[in-house]
Structure formats: structure tokens, C-alpha cells
């Protein structure tokens, strides 16, 4: 494929609609939104359709269609915010367009009482126990992309840059990742996020309203926090 083109707004709108209409039979848990989420642009081919437009037309379809279903939303714009249930694909690291002396999990602070927000697909190497201490720390979920055949199966498909999703390959790891994960988010899911604070450099300590407090440490090396010792990289539940 040398030349790709995007839909008109109007047939982006119209295709949702439709799949959407043609599929819910199904009893799908959710339905996943890739581009339509984090792409805006007008449209003069045909008339005039500018990006205040498009906003309204992209949102009241998704307003529509989360009547009746969960909406996951691929690197969602802000403006879809509102419909959406689940961040797919959130940002786990800086944009490196500016000199920043640490990483701030500033988007994942303002949404985590808001929607659920997910890390990118483990199964493309965001599975180390730096990327599980990330992801504790930005109070952001591990997610996989997985099929029951061969990723081979896909090579001739839109799905083609999924290289890796067969789920045995992946059955251990999604153990493992849960269970080591789920001894800190058993605590803390469901209680807001009040505070974070870097006590040391590569040391995170992350507050909720419940009380408890989760002390991260990135570093190779023990950390003491008020007399209770996390290993190095790993985490300690306080409180």
C-alpha cells in the first residue's frame, strides 16, 4: 500500500453507525474505536465540514452507541472524554519533545476516577518488571492483544502489525503479571488517587483516599521509608 487515504468525517460516522447496528447481536462486551478516537480533520471536498463539526458529529455518535454498550477508546481525544469507558494505549512515557527531569503520570492523574486506562499491549515487550512497576505507579492496567490461532493467520489482514497474539504463548505471562500486579491493586482499586510524591530519585510514593500507600521503588538498590524497607525493583503496600 503506497497511497492511504482517510474517510470524509461523514462516512466515518456512517460506517460506526452501521458496524455497530449490523454487529450488536453479538453481545459484544465493549466495542473498541482505533483512529475515529485520536484523529481530527476537516473535511472541503464536498461542501464545508470544519473540525467544530466533526467534533460534534464524532461525539454524538459515540453518545449513541454508549447507550448500549462499554466504549474503549484508542489514545482518545479530550472531546470524546465523556463516552468513553476504557483509555486503550495510554502514554507510559514522556514525549521527549521536551527536557523534563522525570516522567509525570499527569493524564493518568486527571482520568483515574473517570475511566479505566490501560498501559499498551504487554505482548510488544511491555511486560519487564520496570514496565509492571510503571504501570503500578501510574495506576494504569496491563492489557494484551490476543487470538487463539497463529498471528500468521493475520499477515494478509488490516491486522497485520499485530505479529504476536497467540494466547498459549502468553498464558503464563498473564498469570504471572496478575498475580504480582494484584497484590498492590487489590488495595487500592476503586479508591481515588490523592497524591504522589518522589521521595528519592527512582523512589515513588503514590497515595490513596483509602489510606493505603503504595511505595515503588525503580532502583537496583533496597530503599527505607519510615522504617519499612522496599526491595529494589519493587513495591511495598503501606498502611
Known sequence: VDVIFFATPQKVREWMVKNFFSTYHLNALSYTYEGVSSLLYSDYSRGETDKDEVIDMYFDTLSRISEF???????????LWANVDRFLQAPMFNSQHLIETDTIPFLQLV??????????YSNFSFYTRSDMLRMLDYHTYPSFMLTNDPSFELISTNSSHFYSTEYSLYQDLIVD???YMNGAYQYIIGSPWTDRQVIAPGVILNTYGNGVSLLINYTDDSYTYLGQTVDALDYLVLN
Request: charged fraction near 10%; avoid cysteine; hydrophobic fraction near 35%.
Open 69 to 79: 454498550t462499554k466504549i474503549n477508546a484508542v489514545n482518545p481525544n479530550q472531546y
Open 111 to 120: 482520568l483515574s476516577e473517570s475511566m479505566e486506562i490501560y498501559a499498551t
Open 177 to 179: 503479571m496478575y498475580t
